[in-house]
């Protein structure tokens, strides 16, 4: 199914926003230097999902982001495609490796997919864990190089494109092939001048209908209620969660048995036509994640036996 573009700004910042000026992830450890980047994925393959009673995918609709297309009514109220009953699943701030994976497992389990939105810092640390994400049928999009507020005023009008562009080449880098032109605002905030920008580069824009306030719930069960609560409400709409949040992760696999006792039925977005990075960020971005000089001393001269 071929959804029309078409862009409507909706301004102030929403619901789903609240509270997310504190999202910013907070990485605890030392993330590892970049690896070398991995050859692009195999293409998702095709199986047959063994839960008789799974979740799965009912629906796949094809975007044509030529233009900007925005979805999530908190912010964009033009494109009504959902169906009752009918949700979305995306994810932000990943990838990550200790949640990653298992919010994976958890889709995998109920044979259901989502739409994901990067970090391109994280893609840089972690991109065998993103080329999982795509390998296994997941849309992939993108959410910023660093996660930087745009709004703010310490970024000028380039800083802000930079921040965009970046985060596309990096998650490029990372899965060996072009993402989906899909992008989330960080905390859903729309600087208008790069609502404009978007819709130059052809590039949907995502906000969403029911905010799963993970990033600021400290229990498992209280993310499943607020996704719940207000989906129960609503009908329908487009779920924000993040796979950098281990509440969701743990949340997942009964939040997804509930969609699917609920009578909801998950849509995947895809898009007709990946995204086109600008050169010069794909360059930069090789320049910035190549690793130093490996030494080339012979083995002998490095490492000795000393003992036995």
């Known amino acids: 199914m071929r959804i029309a573009a078409g862009l409507i700004f909706a301004g102030a910042v929403s619901l789903c926003a609240a509270g997310a000026f504190a999202q910013a992830p907070k990485a605890g450890a030392t993330p590892p230097a970049p690896a070398a980047a991995p050859a692009p994925p195999p293409a998702p393959a095709k199986s047959t999902c063994a839960n008789p009673d799974a979740l799965g995918v009912a629906r796949v609709v094809e975007i044509d982001t030529t233009g900007g297309p925005g979805f999530g009514f908190e912010h964009f109220k033009q494109l009504d495609f959902l169906r009752d009953k009918e949700v979305v699943l995306t994810f932000d701030d990943g990838p990550w490796q200790t949640t990653t994976p298992t919010v994976l497992k958890a889709l995998a389990d109920e044979c259901t997919k989502g739409v994901f939105f990067p970090i391109g810092k994280h893609a840089t640390y972690y991109p065998e864990v993103l080329k999982a994400v795509a390998a296994a049928g997941h849309t992939v999009g993108a959410h910023t190089w660093s996660h930087a507020a745009l709004t703010s005023k310490k970024l000028n009008e380039q800083q802000r494109k930079d921040e965009i562009e970046k985060g596309f080449s990096a998650v490029k880098w990372a899965l060996g092939a072009s993402p989906s032109p899909f ?126």
């Open 183 to 308: 992008f989330r605002f960080p905390a859903l905030q729309h600087p208008p001048e790069m609502v404009t920008y978007l819709g130059t580069r052809n590039i949907a824009i995502f906000s969403c209908d029911i905010d799963s306030f993970d990033f600021k719930s400290h229990k498992s069960d209280q993310v499943i209620t607020n996704v719940m609560t207000k989906l129960d409400k609503l009908g329908k709409g487009i779920i924000l969660m993040h796979d950098f949040q281990k509440h969701t992760a743990e949340a997942l696999p009964t939040l997804l048995r509930k969609l699917k006792a609920g009578g909801y039925k998950v849509v995947l977005m895809k898009a007709k036509a990946p995204v086109q990075t600008i050169a010069s960020y794909d360059e930069g971005i090789v320049k910035d994640v190549k690793l130093p000089t490996v030494s080339t001393r012979p083995l002998n001269s490095v490492v000795q036996t000393i003992s036995e």
